[in-house]
């Protein structure tokens, strides 16, 4: 129990564009989902916090207007990056809660996005 | 404001033999601890955590961790180790069960056969 995927996997695209990436959880509803950022041989970094219904609330230093979050439905949130660029490239990785503590987090497999 | 520390980059064990990752916390009242272990390319899987209680804490895989408040730890160990435990673990920490999780740098793991 307790599965998270996330779509797709991995994804390249060119400058400028936009990518969307889903998080689902398969198996039960979640009140939360957190979204994270990854730079190579570095730590997760909490971009986001979203809940169903309501607006993602960012960390500090994260644009949102650059990493849009939808959280429409209690089994999957989005995130797009709009106008991406190469800095943008790195592996972001969702996670979702069963309820609104966010320590009982079941993560994603991460997507890889690179920019060129 | 929480933080926690993982102060090996890389840790190298033979195989069979018992390994320990460290972790150093700070957070101010009681520590809700976790491990987290990930395979490259792919998300973090869950391995244990402390939230009160028993200081040692048993996990998956055969791992187990031990809750030390006096020395503000909460290393990461197994009493015989495979080749198949090497990946990148990730010690983490919240203040509260609502607040935000606080990942360390990680720690690299190698198994040598």
């Known amino acids: 129990g307790a599965v998270v995927s996330q779509h797709p996997s991995w994804v390249i695209c060119k400058s400028g564009t936009s990518v969307k990436i889903e998080c689902r959880s398969l198996d039960f509803q979640a009140t939360t989902m957190f979204w994270y950022r990854q730079f190579p041989k570095q730590s997760l970094m909490l971009m986001a916090t979203?809940?169903?219904?309501?607006?993602?609330?960012?960390e500090q230093g994260v644009e949102k207007d650059k990493f849009l979050i939808n959280h429409a439905s209690l089994t999957l949130s989005t995130l797009t990056v709009t106008s991406a660029h190469p800095e943008d490239s790195s592996f972001y990785i969702c996670s979702a809660s069963l309820s609104a503590a966010s320590f009982e987090q079941f993560f994603g497999p991460g997507t890889r996005l690179t920019v060129l | 404001a929480q933080s926690v520390a993982q102060p090996e980059d890389q840790v190298n064990v033979a195989e069979g033999n018992p390994l320990t990752v460290k972790c150093t916390y700070s957070v101010s009242g009681n520590p809700y601890l976790f491990w987290y272990v990930q395979y490259p390319n792919r998300g973090l899987q869950f391995l244990l955590k402390?939230?009160?209680?028993?200081?040692l804490v048993k996990g998956s895989y055969g791992f187990e961790a031990e809750f030390n408040k006096s020395q503000t730890s909460f290393h990461l160990k197994k009493p015989s180790a495979l080749v198949s435990d090497s990946a990148l673990y990730f010690c983490?920490?919240?203040?509260?069960?609502?607040?935000?999780?606080?990942f360390g740098k990680g720690t690299r793991l190698h198994i040598l056969p």
């Open positions: 983490a920490v919240s203040a509260n069960r609502d607040d935000k999780i606080i």
């Open positions: 402390y939230i009160t209680g028993d200081n």
């Open positions: 979203s809940n169903e219904g309501s607006k993602a609330t960012y």
